[in-house]
């Protein structure tokens, strides 16, 4: 029998990683019965281009009670999460959750009650544990090819398309996604937790904004969106998607994702005033150039940055073992994205180097998004890397990056177990 699935949010994220993937690849085991988002008009885009049939809703109880889903796959702006993880749970629900879990360490506690109160099962996408080269890396330290992890130096860097698109949108507000620490970090943390399996324990963090928001604008330049912007010719970083959608027809691609763009979000905009073209110089209250360091259970340090405006776009990190050291870098060009190279160098024992080229896994996120699919509809139980993801490591990543806001905000260190109580 298929599995019923709801969605709660019309997002890019539960249209096209979930919604599509269902309908196109799934459907002999999973079928989506409801689409839940406040936006009417986004949630009917998302119908349209999965199946008319699907019944839309404003109303998220009234969708639970009418399609009787299995489990209910949250989408929606981070900082909402937790609300429909902990509704659907009380409703008797099962939860695929988007990363964040959620934004800070009350909603965290929330959702760690709900789940205990009701023994339903969530599940958090971390889908970067999929990406290969990132599975590998866990097989090395699990082989012992360094012996124990002592310090992980960690570097990711968002260039100026993908990095941008954080100060255009929803997530430019601490209150919707926890800045970049939470809903883009959570990512990296999970990856260092799951790596070395040890507990975050103590955070200090930096933050800054070096390089969008008003104070950067050039001559004060600047806008409430891209879409009719007067300075659009002069600026650095125009938004390509809306009102240039007819000259880009000529490249299909180009011209789905324009689609997309304009259906989901600007012909939406009546229902919410939501604009997805925000201007980078406007107003902002989180940071662009982070930096944090983390002490775990096992005595190991993260060193970690996050810069959201860099000429490359990807990661390099360095782990130390007692042993020995795993190089790693995934780094493309700001221009096209086309030459990710994934490479791994291990320094042995034995003082050798040797290096791995990793080929990229097929699709979205380095191949992590359709290995965790897979892995979700059509997986067993069996799991010897931990590759699948719940509650509490949702929880460990979400309150590293949530520690690190706070210890930029207070100037000091935090500490994690003070943050929330873990059921063991
Ligand atoms: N794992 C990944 O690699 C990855 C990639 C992209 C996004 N995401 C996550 O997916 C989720 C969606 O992100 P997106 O970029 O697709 O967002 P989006 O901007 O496309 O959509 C956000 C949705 O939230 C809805 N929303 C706003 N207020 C709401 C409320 N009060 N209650 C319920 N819904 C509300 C909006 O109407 C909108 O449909 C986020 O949690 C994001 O962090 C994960």
Aim: aromatic share 12%.
């Amino acid at each position: 029998m298929k599995k019923r699935y709801a969605l709660a949010g019309a997002s890019g994220r539960g249209f096209m990683m979930y919604g599509r993937n269902i309908v196109n690849n799934y459907a002999d085991v999973a079928q989506v019965v409801g689409i839940f988002d406040p936006n009417y008009l986004r949630a009917g885009f998302v119908r349209d281009n999965l199946d008319k049939d699907i019944p839309t809703y404003t109303d998220f109880d009234k969708m639970i009670e009418e399609t009787k889903p299995d489990c209910v796959i949250v989408t929606t702006m981070d900082s909402f999460h937790h609300e429909f993880i902990i509704r659907s749970l009380d409703a008797g629900c099962d939860v695929i959750c988007e990363k964040p879990m959620t934004i800070d360490a009350q909603k965290t506690q929330e959702i760690l009650d709900a789940e205990k109160r009701n023994g339903r099962k969530i599940i958090v996408t971390f889908n970067y544990r999929f990406i290969p080269y990132v599975t590998r890396v866990k097989e090395l330290i699990r082989e012992g090819a360094i012996g124990d992890v002592v310090a992980v130096d960690y570097e990711w860097l968002l260039d100026k398309r993908h990095g941008a698109d954080y100060f255009r949108r929803w997530h430019k507000w601490m209150k919707n996604g926890g800045g970049l620490l939470v809903t883009k970090a959570t990512h990296h943390f999970d990856m260092v937790n799951w790596w070395l399996d040890q507990d975050p324990v103590k955070v200090y963090a930096n933050g800054a904004l070096s390089f969008y928001g008003p104070q950067h604008a050039k001559d004060g330049r600047r806008s409430v969106r891209c879409t009719g912007c007067p300075y659009k010719k002069e600026c650095e970083l125009p938004f390509q998607g809306f009102d240039d959608i007819t000259t880009r027809n000529a490249d299909p691609m180009m011209k789905a994702r324009a689609n997309h763009l304009k259906g989901m979000y600007f012909d939406a905009e009546s229902v919410d005033g939501y604009y997805r073209d925000q201007c980078l110089f406007a107003n902002c209250d989180i940071y662009d150039n982070m930096s944090a360091t983390v002490t775990y259970s096992g005595g190991t340090i993260l060193t970690y940055s996050l810069q959201a405006f860099s000429p490359l776009e990807g990661v390099k990190f360095a782990i130390n073992g007692t042993y020995g050291r795993i190089e790693g870098e995934a780094v493309a060009s700001a221009i096209g994205h086309t030459e990710l190279s994934f490479q791994l160098r291990v320094y042995n024992a034995k003082g050798e180097m040797v290096q791995y080229k990793i080929p990229q896994g097929q699709g979205p996120h380095g191949g992590g998004d359709m290995r965790m699919l897979d892995k979700i509809f059509r997986g067993n139980d069996s799991d010897p890397l931990g590759h699948m993801a719940g509650s509490r490591d949702g929880a460990m990543s979400v309150l590293v990056g949530a520690a690190a806001n706070l210890s930029i905000k207070e100037d000091r260190p935090l500490y994690i177990k003070d943050m929330v109580h873990l059921y063991e």
